[in-house]
């Protein structure tokens, strides 16, 4: 049975910083590409960053250079580092693996990030 689990979610000040962490299991990790999504109240998840089974990374134009994605196969768990936080930011993050060379998708059940004074 395959199992993502977010954790790192919490409260922070404007200007805080925040490690999510996403834990895997079950799945051959490093075939996977891992996606972060985030969806703030009201609004539509969108994809924040991703890395891929490359080590290659990617970010919405609002997260870069503030966020950075990693990931350690050795753990099967991905990384979300998140500095500069705005209250913008605030929403429930997400990861999603997605198989490289095939169809399996997987979703956590989500971390709750909020920055607020």
């Known amino acids: 049975q395959a199992q993502l689990v977010e954790s790192g979610g919490d409260l922070v000040q404007p200007g805080g910083s925040l490690r999510l962490s996403c834990v895997a299991s079950?799945?051959?990790?490093?075939?996977?590409?891992i996606d972060w999504y985030r969806q703030a109240p009201g609004k539509q998840r969108e994809r924040v960053a991703y890395i891929t089974t490359t080590m290659t990374t990617n970010y919405a134009d609002s997260v870069k250079g503030r966020f950075t994605v990693s990931r350690d196969n050795t753990k099967s768990t991905a990384y979300l580092q998140m500095y500069g936080l705005k209250p913008e930011d605030t929403g429930v993050y997400y990861c999603n693996a997605n198989e490289r060379w095939g169809t399996n998708t997987f979703w956590g059940q989500g971390t709750q990030v909020t920055v607020s004074s």
């Open positions: 079950g799945i051959v990790f490093e075939d996977y590409v």
